[in-house]
């Protein structure tokens, strides 16, 4: 009789050993990963969207938080299955290399040039061209994000545009390489100007209860609209990726539920993203 249930335990013991392998395997399969900006890990939206993702899809959402340039590498090297980044002239371009498939544009916000109150350099309410033009001239301390980011590749082109060099020789001109709450606040710290998207500013205000040392001194400029879009890894490339699931992902978040639940993502009564999928 003992020997007959010794046999009995050993046989549930395996069966639950087999379940327990199954349903790891099957949950590693129905997860995610992506490579995305820090302004949308920093401003807790993925946090909002993901459990809504899963519930939806039965798919986990794992992200890795990183420079649009860098989470650019990640899909190029294959280490992760989708992107979700802001630097749409680098995006095309990567998909135009065969990196990345089915490019989708999502939702937008804006640039903004944050400072301080006192605002030394005179640029309140200029466009950015004068803003920069004043800040070179006034040799105002700026500092730059410097990290190959969204954020950092727009501040770049904001420079060529406004037909002066990017002056990173310069003294006055601080290269983070940070994210971008982390820039934020080396520039708080140094009473100076720095390119911000509006939605991490709004996170900003809200971790500084309202009363951030940093103001908004120049948005509204065409050229400050800020496109977030999501890529798919290229399979023909990368084959072990997980192409299905980040499919569901670009599908979901293009999908009205999503952009419904984006559209009402606030902070101290803001609103932090526009949806605009097509």
């Known amino acids: 009789m003992n020997q007959t249930k010794t046999v009995l335990i050993i046989t549930l013991f395996v069966v639950l050993c087999g379940l327990v392998l199954s349903f790891s395997t099957f949950a590693g399969e129905k997860s995610l990963i992506m490579a995305t900006t820090t302004s949308t890990e920093e401003t807790g939206l993925l946090d909002y969207l993901a459990p809504y993702f899963t519930r939806d899809t039965g798919i986990e959402l794992k992200w890795v938080a990183t420079g649009s340039g860098k989470a650019l590498m990640l899909g190029q090297n294959c280490d ?23 490019r989708r544009e999502i939702m937008y916000n804006d640039f903004v ?8 350099a005179g640029i309140h309410g200029k466009s950015v061209k004068e803003s920069l033009e004043a800040i070179k001239s ?12 969204g954020t950092h590749i727009k501040e770049i082109s904001l420079w060529q545009q406004a037909n002066l060099f990017v002056p990173d020789k310069e003294s006055w001109y601080i290269q983070a390489g940070q994210g971008m709450l982390a820039t934020i606040a080396i520039a708080a710290e140094r ?6 998207d509006r939605g991490t500013y709004i996170k900003y205000e809200d971790n500084m209860a309202g009363r951030p040392p940093l103001k908004i001194l120049v948005q509204g400029d065409p050229d400050l609209i800020n496109q977030y879009s999501v890529i798919i890894v290229n399979p023909a490339r990368c084959l072990n990726a997980k192409t299905d699931l980040a499919m569901k992902f670009s599908e979901w978040m293009a999908g009205n539920s999503a952009q419904k639940r984006i559209q009402d993502f606030t902070l101290i009564g803001k609103q932090l993203f526009f949806p605009n999928a097509k």
């Open 80 to 102: 992760v299955d989708v992107l979700l980044v802001h630097a749409p002239d680098a995006e095309k371009e990567y998909v135009a290399k065969g990196y990345g498939i089915n």
């Open 113 to 120: 040039i944050i400072g301080p109150v006192a605002d030394l």
């Open 138 to 149: 006034k040799k105002g301390i700026f500092v730059s994000r410097g990290d190959n980011s």
């Open 191 to 196: 009473g100076g100007y720095t390119l911000a």
